[in-house]
C-alpha cells in the first residue's frame, strides 16, 4: 500500500466472536452441578446465547461507549423547571435491555433462578459492571418487599419482568420497573443507624414525608428506591417512587453526580428529600432488618461481578499470550509466564466456583443452606473483592504496554475492580459482620463446618488448614483485631474445600499447595514447578 512503512505481525487478534459461556469451563460445570437435570439443557441454552452476545463485537463496543459517553446530569429543562434526570448513551439502554431480558431480574420467578442468573450475572459482568448496578438493586428489592405482602403483589411482577421499559413514568403503566437503593449518609457512611433523614408519617396509613439527604444513590432514573430514614419509632425502611400515581414527579432532587474511578457507565447522585412521599416498607424502627434481604443478595452480587471481572481479565492476559510472540516463543509457552497465568487461572477459578456454589444455596430454603449463607457470603464478599483488583493489575502486566492502553479493556477491568470491595460494606463492615454470626449464631459455624467436612480426608493441606481454622476460632482473645485474618481463612478453607471435591485434581492441587499449604510467593507467578501449569492455562483459554 502506497505510503505505508511498515506490516503489522505479531499482535494477537480481538477477544470477540466467541462463547464466553461455553468458554468457561468452570462456570459450566459449576452450572451443571448445581442444577437438576431437567433443568440443565434449557439453562445451557440460554447461558451460551448470552454468552455469544457477550463475545460479540458489537455487545463489546456497547460497553465501550457506555463508559466513553458517561451519563448526564440535567437539573433543570429549558424554561427553568426543575427535572432532575440524567442522560444516558444509547449504548446503556441496549445493554440494560439487554439484561433486563436475560432474566438478571428475574431469578425469584423461575425454578434454578438463583444459579441461572449468577452464571448470567458473571458473563454480563464482563462486558459492563456498571449496568449490572441496577440489575442487582432490582433484583435484591425483592426479598426486601416480600416483607409488606401488599408491596410486593404491586411491584414485584414489575421487577422481576423481562421487560426493559425505559422512562419515568407511573409504574401502574410500565411493563417491566428498575430499583435503585439510598442507605449512605454524609455523616455515617455505613454507619446507618446514625442517618437523619426524617420521616413524619402522613393522614394516609403507612405513608410518610421524607426530608434529608443520601449521600450515595446509584442508578438514580429507577423507578423507585428503597431508603432508610428515621421515623418515630426509629430506623425505618421506606418506598420512594420517582413518579407519584397521578403522573406527577415525586421531591427527588439530583445535586449532582459522582465523579468516579471507574463504574463511569453507572449514575452514582446525591440526592436530597423535602416532603418526599414515601410508603413504608415492614415496620417502623426495624428498617436494618427489613432491608437485610436486599444487602444480603446486593453483597453475593459484589461476589458474583468480581468473579466475572477476573475471569474477564484472565481471558484477556491468556488469549493475549497465546498469540505474541517474544525471544523466539509464544508467551504462553514460556516458563515464567506460563507461571503467572496458571496462578492467575486458579484464583479466577476459586472465585467462580465459590460464587455459584453459593447462588445454589439460595435456591434452597432449607435451614442448612440459609444458615451457610450467614456467615459465608459476608466471609467471600470479603476475600473474593479484594482478590480481584490484585488479579486485574497483574493480567493487564501480561499484556505488557498494550495493557495499559484503553482499547485494551485492561483498564477499564482496574478501575472496576475495587469497587465490589467497597460497596455494601468494605472489607472490616464484611469481617465484622462474620464476627457477630459466629458469636451469636453457632447454627451457621456448624452448617460451614459440615460444608468444608464433606472434603474431608481428601488433601492433607486442606485438612491441616481446617484444623488451623478451629484452633484460631476457639482463642477469642483480641479476636475483633484478627477479623480480617478470620475472614480469609473461612473464605480460602471454603475454597479450597469445593475445589477438592468438584475441580480437576490439578486446579485443587494449585490451591492447596499456594493458599493453603503456602507453597508459593506473594506475588502471582510464583507456583512451585512440580505443578501441572501447562493444563491450568489451557483450562482458562477462552476458543474463538
Given amino acids: 500500500m502506497a505510503g505505508s512503512t511498515h506490516s503489522v505481525t505479531n499482535q494477537p487478534p480481538p477477544l470477540t466472536g466467541y462463547d464466553a459461556y461455553t468458554a468457561d469451563r468452570a462456570l459450566v460445570e459449576a452450572v451443571e452441578r448445581h442444577l437438576p437435570p431437567e433443568l440443565r439443557d434449557e439453562a445451557d441454552g440460554e447461558l451460551s446465547a448470552l454468552g455469544r452476545a457477550c463475545g460479540s463485537a458489537q455487545v463489546q463496543e456497547w460497553g465501550v461507549q457506555s463508559n466513553e459517553n458517561p451519563p448526564r446530569l440535567r437539573t433543570h429543562d429549558r424554561y427553568g423547571h426543575r427535572i432532575d434526570e440524567v442522560d444516558f448513551h444509547p449504548s446503556w439502554h441496549r445493554l440494560l435491555g439487554k439484561g433486563v431480558s436475560a432474566g438478571l431480574t428475574a431469578a425469584w420467578t423461575r425454578p434454578g433462578g438463583q444459579v441461572r442468573r449468577a452464571a448470567a450475572f458473571v458473563l454480563w459482568t464482563q462486558v459492563d459492571a456498571g449496568n449490572c448496578c441496577p440489575l442487582s438493586m432490582t433484583h435484591a428489592a425483592v426479598p426486601a418487599l416480600r416483607t409488606d405482602p401488599e408491596l410486593a403483589a404491586e411491584w414485584e411482577p414489575l421487577l422481576t419482568s423481562m421487560v426493559y421499559d425505559r422512562g419515568l413514568r407511573p409504574a401502574a403503566g410500565k411493563a417491566g420497573a428498575l430499583f435503585g437503593m439510598g442507605m449512605t449518609e454524609k455523616q455515617g457512611g455505613s454507619d446507618v443507624r446514625a442517618n437523619t433523614t426524617r420521616a ?19 442508578a438514580p432514573m429507577s423507578d423507585a428506591f428503597l431508603v432508610l430514614a428515621q421515623a418515630p419509632g426509629g430506623l425505618t425502611c421506606f418506598l420512594v417512587p420517582r413518579v407519584l400515581e397521578d403522573g406527577g414527579r415525586n421531591v427527588f432532587l439530583l445535586q449532582r453526580l459522582k465523579d468516579k474511578l471507574g463504574n463511569r457507565s453507572n449514575a ?7 416532603g418526599t412521599w414515601a410508603r413504608r416498607v415492614g415496620e417502623e424502627g426495624r428498617g436494618v432488618r427489613t432491608i437485610i434481604g436486599m444487602v444480603a443478595a446486593t453483597r453475593l452480587d459484589c461476589v458474583l461481578g468480581s468473579a ?24 504462553v509457552d514460556q516458563p515464567l509466564m506460563r507461571n503467572v497465568l496458571a496462578d492467575l487461572a486458579v484464583e479466577s477459578e476459586a472465585a467462580t466456583t465459590l460464587a455459584l456454589r453459593l447462588a445454589a444455596a439460595c435456591d434452597d430454603d432449607g435451614k442448612q443452606e440459609r444458615a451457610l449463607l450467614r456467615i459465608a457470603v459476608p466471609a467471600a464478599k470479603y476475600w473474593v473483592t479484594k482478590r480481584c483488583a490484585p488479579v486485574a493489575v497483574e493480567a493487564a502486566e501480561c499484556l505488557g504496554g498494550n495493557g495499559y492502553v484503553e482499547e485494551s479493556q485492561l483498564p477499564r477491568l482496574v478501575r472496576e475492580s475495587p469497587l465490589n470491595s467497597i460497596w455494601e460494606g468494605a472489607g472490616n463492615v464484611q469481617a465484622l459482620d462474620v464476627l457477630r454470626v459466629l458469636r451469636r449464631e453457632p447454627a451457621a459455624l456448624d452448617a460451614y463446618l459440615r460444608e468444608v467436612g464433606l472434603a474431608r480426608g481428601a488433601d492433607h493441606r486442606l485438612d491441616a488448614a481446617i484444623r488451623s481454622l478451629l484452633t484460631e476460632l476457639a482463642d477469642l482473645e483480641g479476636i475483633e483485631a484478627r477479623a480480617r485474618r478470620v475472614t480469609e481463612r473461612l473464605a480460602l478453607v471454603l475454597q479450597g474445600s469445593l475445589l477438592v471435591r468438584f475441580a480437576p485434581s490439578d486446579v485443587a492441587d494449585a490451591f492447596c499447595a499456594t493458599r493453603l499449604g503456602g507453597d508459593a510467593g506473594a506475588a502471582f507467578g510464583t507456583l512451585p514447578h512440580s505443578l501441572a501449569r501447562e493444563s491450568l492455562v489451557e483450562r482458562a483459554r477462552p476458543t474463538l
Fill in 308 to 331: 466475572g471481572l477476573m475471569r474477564q481479565a484472565v481471558a484477556q492476559a491468556v488469549h493475549h499470550c497465546a498469540y505474541r510472540e517474544a525471544f523466539g516463543a509464544r508467551l
Fill in 200 to 218: 413524619v408519617p402522613l393522614a394516609e396509613s403507612g405513608t410518610y414525608a421524607l426530608t434529608g439527604h443520601k449521600w450515595f444513590c446509584s
Fill in 268 to 274: 452514582s447522585a446525591e440526592v436530597e428529600f423535602d
